[in-house]
């Protein structure tokens, strides 16, 4: 069967954006304090994948790149450079520029060629800089305490036995033979060897037989093959992960260690004060081949024999999803117990369609019954076969929170404020479509809370606040619906300034006296801003008006509160998914619409004399000392009803933008399941509908939008009273 490249392609870029946002959460935690071993193991296995991926396709640009910044990653790893803030920052600007060339490749686009050269050559400047000793990281001690030995203070010596394995017979024996072109794809034996070294204490021998005579020596061409013994207490899944990249361009052979029947210390070189002990080679030999300019050293010991001393870390396994890059995808990665369920339920269908078969085929009145089971039962499997494909497209908001780390990170730097990032609820899950199409708003609220809401340093002193202020983002489910919550403890909303810019506006009257929810919803209106100067990173309300446009349009709402100089919350609320709605269906005349069943609040019979006029432009009801507008739905959409009369017909109490109303329907029908289907990409946007759908008689049945609804209420009552206003003001 043929490779397809380009399946292969796409994987590459999506497994690259894996590692990338991978590398940058551990380097973001590194520059937290939280200096271990795994983390920089995890770093390096990250580019170490992309320079082994690009080689594949010859992306010599990501090759060379990766390999550098591979190279000094590897210092790091080996304790042979200290971990400064300036080398993090360094780092993640080379995150940054192989996602710029990553994504330009994706994207068959150009990207900034200087900004990737510049960041290239402070890579190698570290490179040319001596090595320097890494203080040691006690292991009892906090991730941030780190101790370095006393000039004068001898280091303890240690012996052979020393660093023997203290289980000999847990590891594993390991032929590795490499094809002669493996090092073209840009995979380096050495690295190989780091990671298994990282699973527990490791033996290298190295076979020298098959490199040619000089003149016919390809220096491209890997004529080595190597004999290893890994001795470690682990799966064997873990050793494949580490030939993964390889394993089709290498003989391999993985197999259980058995107990040596002679001393250990015949097989393992000796060590000298914690350090591998290397054979003389005599560095004029030509006849070993480098593997890559930076490995010459590695390759001419000959004969490489080590031993790492530190234990395995906690986490080894070589997982590719972890996270996920923030740019929209074709594809997502689903459980094996997702896909385990939708087999088990296709398995239920097919027993179910073959007892229904047999019904059919010599029916008579006697099966009745039967035939009632089957329908009941094929009912029960499709609706849990379409319960089980949705949770397919199920993503947890993790894939969303966590490009904030960095940027929370690079803004904090730019407005020069201290600023701690709390995420939580990370696994909340949520329909791939609404994820992808919440990450613009959710970035514009981040941005706004750190350049508006949390003030500086000095200021949060000075009012008696801790320095360093906090943003958390919070994700939970209630009900059928998910709840998004980015909170800050800055200084809140001033509503004496949003009344007054208000005023100015135009948008409200000095003699009106609104309530704090609705002069809150000022802030969404377009350019509304309390702010004297925008900065180019935000201002309260410039872009909101988009936000929330957004939200609506996943049928989702925003909610704001605030508590002046404590802080403000956003609050979020949309459906799972964009797919299926849970509805009730209502009639109108001859016309059938739906209301989502979380937007209801409840239904009644209207009583007259709980009706009242409120200025001959609305009807209002009294319901429990809440006076609610009425919307009369046949009058809004221009048709015939069956009755003009409250007393009736049926009163819909709503909720939308956290305000109520009352839509006046013929007869509530009856509720189900609605598959949505766009109603904008097959005719038109309507005015108050969100949607359609296909009944179950083949009939069309529009889903009404309750925001918008309310929206038009509000904007007709204002239009009917203003041409009130003009003409008693000709009668003056």
């Given amino acids: 069967m043929p490779v397809n490249l ?59 790149f990766s390999h550098i910044m591979e190279t000094l990653l590897d210092d790091l790893r080996h304790g042979e450079r200290i971990i400064t803030q300036s080398l993090i920052d360094l780092l993640l600007r080379s995150v940054d520029a192989l996602r710029m060339m990553v994504s330009a490749l994706k994207g068959n686009s150009d990207y900034d060629v200087q900004e990737v050269q510049v960041c290239q050559d402070d890579l190698q400047e570290i490179l040319k800089a001596p090595l320097e000793k890494a203080p040691v990281i006690q292991a009892a001690s906090s991730p941030t305490e780190i101790t370095t ?76 093959s190597w004999e290893l013994t890994l001795y470690a207490d682990v799966e064997r899944a873990l050793i494949d992960d580490v030939f993964e990249w390889v394993e089709d361009e290498c003989q391999l052979d993985i197999t259980p260690l058995i107990p040596p029947t002679q001393p250990l210390g015949e097989t393992v070189s000796s060590l000298q004060n914690g350090k591998e002990a290397v054979p003389a080679v005599d560095k004029n030999d030509k006849s070993v081949p480098p593997l890559e300019k930076n490995d010459e050293s590695a390759l001419e010991k000959g004969e490489i024999s080590s031993v790492k001393t530190e234990p395995p870390p906690k986490h080894t396994v070589l997982t590719h999803n972890v996270t996920h890059h923030a740019t929209e995808a074709n594809s997502i990665r689903v459980s094996i117990d997702k896909i385990d369920d939708l087999i088990n339920m296709v398995g239920e269908l097919v027993i179910t369609q073959s007892m229904l078969e047999q019904i059919g085929n010599n029916f008579n009145s006697s099966q009745t019954e039967q035939l009632r089971d089957g329908l009941s039962q094929l009912e029960r499997n499709s609706r849990e076969l379409q319960e089980s494909v949705m949770r397919i497209r199920m993503l947890p908001i993790s894939f969303s929170f966590n490009r904030f780390p960095r940027l929370v990170h690079n803004l904090s730097l730019q407005l020069n404020k201290k600023v701690e990032l709390k995420l939580s609820g990370e696994h909340t899950e949520l329909d791939k479509t609404v994820l992808e199409k919440m990450s613009d708003p959710l970035v514009h609220l981040v941005r706004n809370a750190l350049d508006h809401g949390i003030e500086t340093p000095a200021m949060r002193q000075a009012v008696g606040k801790s320095e360093t ?29 949003i009344r007054a810019k ?71 609320r949309l459906p799972l998914t964009l797919a299926i709605l849970d509805g009730q269906l209502v009639r109108v005349g001859k016309e059938i619409y739906i209301l989502s069943l979380l937007s209801i609040i409840e239904s009644l019979r209207v009583k007259p004399k709980l009706v009242n006029s409120y200025t001959g432009l609305a009807e209002v009801y009294r319901l429990r000392d809440e006076y609610i ?104």
């Fill in 469 to 497: 202020g906090t943003l958390h983002l919070h994700a939970f489910h209630q009900g059928g619906n998910i709840i998004i919550q980015i909170s800050d403890d800055g200084a809140g909303f001033d509503l004496k300034k």
């Fill in 149 to 224: 030995p006393h000039p004068n203070e001898e280091e303890p010596s240690h012996t052979e036995e020393d660093f023997l394995p203290s289980v000999v017979d847990k590891g594993w024996h390991i032929v590795f033979k490499p094809d002669l072109s493996m090092l073209k794809t840009g995979n380096d034996p050495i690295n190989l060897f780091d990671e298994l070294a990282c699973l527990g204490k490791l033996t290298v021998k190295v076979d020298t037989s098959q490199v040619p005579a000089f003149p016919d020596l390809d220096v491209q061409a890997c004529y080595l």
């Fill in 6 to 64: 380009n399946e292969i392609r796409e994987l590459f870029f999506e497994e690259s954006f894996d590692n990338l946002d991978r590398m940058e959460s551990n380097l973001l935690d590194l520059e937290n304090g939280n200096v271990d071993d795994e983390l920089i193991n995890s770093i390096f296995r990250g580019a170490h994948s992309i320079k082994g991926g690009a080689g594949i396709f010859d992306f010599e640009h990501i090759i060379s």
């Fill in 629 to 732: 507008p009425i919307l009369r739905l046949y009058d809004l959409f221009g048709i015939t009803p069956n009755t003009t009369q409250l007393a009736q017909g049926i009163l819909v109490i709503v909720e939308g933008e956290n305000q109520k109303m009352g839509l006046f329907v013929d007869e509530l029908l009856s509720q189900q399941q609605i598959v949505i289907k766009s109603l904008e990409n097959n005719y038109k946007k309507i005015p108050g509908i969100s949607a359609a759908t296909i009944l179950g008689d083949g009939s069309v049945a529009l889903i009404l939008d309750v925001a918008e609804l309310i929206q038009l209420f509000h904007a007709k009552t204002k239009t009917q009273a203003s041409h009130s206003t003009t003409f008693m003001d000709s009668l003056l």
């Fill in 502 to 572: 208000a005023i100015g506006q135009g948008l409200l009257n000095q003699d009106d006296h609104p309530s704090k929810e609705q002069l809150y919803d000022f802030i969404f209106h377009p350019g509304f801003t309390t702010v004297a100067q925008v900065s180019d990173l935000s201002g309260r309300g410039v872009g909101m008006d988009v936000v929330r446009r957004n939200i609506r349009a996943l049928g989702g709402t925003i909610e704001i509160q605030s508590k002046p100089g404590q802080g403000s919350t956003f609050r979020i």
